[in-house]
Every structure is written in structure tokens, then in C-alpha cells.
């Protein structure tokens, strides 16, 4: 059993009140991780203090709502989490015919997944593999000896499809392009989101995808992290559904910070994250300094 400490904290600009979906909370549902505590606080530039409507959507991820006034917001969430590696079993490839009907949806294309376009490539390169964990390990291979992992080299629109052109992506898209490979041969397959710890830093915001073989099983395409350690906040068709901030409103990050601390209790091996701190967009003004991040005590 894996102990996750996470401590995220994200600081905003706004410059009109807009309404913000903050989808970083732990996932309880599924019951491979147990939420042991969490806690959210939301504080403007003012020192007051924002409360938001929690809720559940229906595939099972949890958010927070609320409304952003103009100016300066941090963001700080802290959860400690305990997760058991996951169990393969006897993994099986269904057909469609026999897959229940909850799972027909996660074998349809969606915005950033193309698997109808991907389809006849998905078949001429993997159709003829073994059916099961041998064919996800042959997509699995031949992304991570095509595509490249670089930082930069794509956006918030950029699609499978693209991705398999640029032959350059980040996490996300190596997700994004197997899932669409592996919807493209009916195998269901879900993206999922969270935390982990990376012995690269700095510490990120992870994506990886899983596939129903007879139950959901979790790969990671980058090979950045074992899969047992992902701290899952949620799963969906792709990005779109996952996204750890959506803003209807005007607004600019102003940084990022995670600090991740991973215990094996069974071994009790402990990774440490090293801290650091991303800054993105323009340069931290004083009103909003690392030091005033609000602190969190569970």
C-alpha cells in the first residue's frame, strides 16, 4: 500500500469575475484509493475567503464550483490518500456484443480522441496483434518508440490525430493517442488524470489512460512514473472532462506548485518531491508572493 501526501497550489489573475470548475479533488469513487483527508481553501487577493458548491458529475469526479472575483486568487488543496497496487487478474478482451452497457461509451470517438479517423491505421498496425494486455503492450511499445516527449510542443486543442503527425507530445497526448488506438479496435478505454510523484522533477499534473479487460487496468505511455503510484482525481472520455481548472471568465495562471511525498508502507520506502515551483505567465506580483499561498493544516 502506497501513502500520498499532496499539496497543490495554484495562484490565478482574473480580470472580470468569471465562474471557475476546480476538478483537483481526490476521486472516491471505484474504491482503488482511500481518501483519508482533504481540505480546500480558495482566498482572494483581499484575504477573503471563497466558498464553493461541491460536487459529484456522473461519471463519478469530483469538483468544486465557484465564482472568481477581478484580481488575484490562490488556490491551495491538501489530501492524504492511501492506494493498493492494482490487481491484473486474468485479463480477457470482450466483444462488443458482450460488453455491458455502461462501457459502450468509452469505445466512441470524442473531441481529442479521433478513433474513427485513427481507425484504419489502428488496424493495420495493431489488428493482427494478441487480443488483450499483449495488443495495449504493442500500442504501448510503438507510441513510446514514435513519439517524443517534449515539452512545448503542443496545446489545449491539440488532438490524437495531430499528435500522431508532430510525433512530439507531453503526457496528455501520448494518453490521447492511445485511447484513440485502443477505442479504434473496441477495446474501452477511459483518459485518467492525477498526481504522482516523477524521480524527474518538477513535480506535475500526470495523464494515463486504462482499458476494460474484465476489469479497469491503468497504463502510463510515458513511462514516467509506475502506474501504482497515480493518485487518481478523475476519468473521462479525454481531456475535456478532466481538466484540474476550467475558467468561463477572462484569466492568466500566474504559477503552479506541487509538492508530493510518497510513503511504500509496506517497506516503508519514502519519495520525496523536491518543491518546486512553476511559474507560468507573467511574474509573481508581491500582493500574491509564494509566502502569502495560503497553508493548509489538516
Same mark, same amino acid.
Given at each position: 500500500?502506497?501513502?500520498?501526501?499532496?499539496?497543490?497550489?495554484? %495562484?490565478? $489573475?482574473?480580470?472580470?469575475?468569471?465562474? @471557475?470548475?476546480?476538478? /483537483?479533488?481526490?476521486?472516491?469513487?471505484?474504491? +482503488?484509493?482511500?481518501?483519508?483527508?482533504?481540505?480546500?481553501?480558495?482566498?482572494?487577493?483581499?484575504?477573503?475567503?471563497?466558498?464553493?458548491?461541491?460536487?459529484?458529475?456522473?461519471?463519478?469526479?469530483?469538483?468544486?464550483?465557484?465564482?472568481?472575483?477581478?484580481?488575484?486568487?490562490?488556490?491551495?488543496?491538501?489530501?492524504?490518500?492511501?492506494?493498493?497496487?492494482?490487481?491484473?487478474?486474468?485479463?480477457?478482451?470482450?466483444?462488443?456484443?458482450?460488453?455491458?452497457?455502461?462501457?459502450?461509451?468509452?469505445?466512441?470517438?470524442?473531441?481529442?480522441?479521433?478513433?474513427?479517423?485513427?481507425?484504419?491505421?489502428?488496424?493495420?498496425?495493431? %489488428?493482427? $496483434?494478441?487480443?488483450?494486455?499483449?495488443? @495495449?503492450?504493442?500500442? /504501448?511499445?510503438?507510441?513510446?518508440?514514435?513519439? +517524443?516527449?517534449?515539452?512545448?510542443?503542443?496545446?489545449?486543442?491539440?488532438?490524437?490525430?495531430?499528435?500522431?503527425?508532430?510525433?512530439?507530445?507531453?503526457?496528455?497526448?501520448?494518453?490521447?493517442?492511445?485511447?484513440?488506438?485502443?477505442?479504434?479496435?473496441?477495446?474501452?478505454?477511459?483518459?485518467?488524470?492525477?498526481?504522482?510523484?516523477?524521480?524527474?522533477?518538477?513535480?506535475?499534473?500526470?495523464?494515463?489512460?486504462?482499458?476494460?479487460?474484465?476489469?479497469?487496468?491503468?497504463?502510463?505511455?510515458?513511462?514516467?512514473?509506475?502506474?501504482?503510484?497515480?493518485?487518481?482525481?478523475?476519468?473521462?472520455?479525454?481531456?475535456?472532462?478532466?481538466?484540474?481548472?476550467?475558467?468561463?471568465?477572462?484569466?492568466?495562471?500566474?504559477?503552479?506548485?506541487?509538492?508530493?511525498?510518497?510513503?511504500?508502507?509496506?517497506?516503508?520506502?519514502?519519495?520525496?518531491?523536491?518543491?518546486?515551483?512553476?511559474?507560468?505567465?507573467?511574474?509573481?506580483?508581491?500582493?500574491?508572493?509564494?509566502?502569502?499561498?495560503?497553508?493548509?493544516?489538516?
Amino acid at each position: 500500500m502506497i501513502e500520498s501526501e499532496i499539496e497543490t497550489r495554484l %495562484g490565478y $489573475t482574473f480580470h472580470a469575475r468569471s465562474h @471557475v470548475r476546480l476538478a /483537483l479533488l481526490v476521486r472516491t469513487e471505484g474504491g +482503488e484509493q482511500q481518501l483519508e483527508r482533504e481540505a480546500l481553501e480558495i482566498v482572494s487577493e483581499n484575504g477573503d475567503h471563497i466558498f464553493g458548491h461541491w460536487f459529484t458529475d456522473g461519471i463519478g469526479n469530483r469538483s468544486v464550483r465557484f465564482s472568481a472575483p477581478p484580481g488575484k486568487l490562490a488556490v491551495a488543496y491538501r489530501a492524504t490518500v492511501q492506494s493498493e497496487p492494482q490487481t491484473v487478474g486474468s485479463p480477457k478482451e470482450w466483444q462488443v456484443n458482450e460488453l455491458p452497457n455502461p462501457l459502450l461509451q468509452w469505445i466512441s470517438p470524442s473531441r481529442y480522441c479521433e478513433s474513427d479517423l485513427l481507425g484504419p491505421i489502428a488496424m493495420k498496425m495493431f %489488428g493482427n $496483434t494478441t487480443p488483450g494486455i499483449p495488443r @495495449v503492450q504493442a500500442i /504501448l511499445g510503438w507510441v513510446k518508440n514514435n513519439i +517524443e516527449y517534449c515539452v512545448g510542443s503542443t496545446n489545449a486543442n491539440t488532438r490524437a490525430s495531430d499528435v500522431l503527425q508532430l510525433r512530439q507530445g507531453v503526457c496528455r497526448d501520448f494518453a490521447h493517442l492511445c485511447v484513440a488506438f485502443c477505442r479504434a479496435l473496441n477495446l474501452p478505454t477511459r483518459f485518467v488524470s492525477g498526481y504522482t510523484y516523477f524521480d524527474t522533477p518538477p513535480q506535475d499534473f500526470h495523464a494515463v489512460f486504462e482499458v476494460w479487460l474484465g476489469r479497469w487496468i491503468r497504463f502510463d505511455p510515458t513511462g514516467m512514473a509506475p502506474v501504482e503510484r497515480l493518485v487518481c482525481t478523475g476519468v473521462g472520455e479525454d481531456a475535456k472532462n478532466v481538466a484540474f481548472m476550467t475558467c468561463w471568465g477572462p484569466m492568466q495562471m500566474d504559477y503552479m506548485r506541487l509538492d508530493i511525498t510518497q510513503t511504500d508502507l509496506r517497506t516503508g520506502d519514502r519519495l520525496v518531491g523536491d518543491n518546486s515551483t512553476q511559474i507560468m505567465g507573467s511574474e509573481l506580483g508581491p500582493e500574491m508572493s509564494r509566502e502569502k499561498v495560503p497553508s493548509l493544516r489538516l
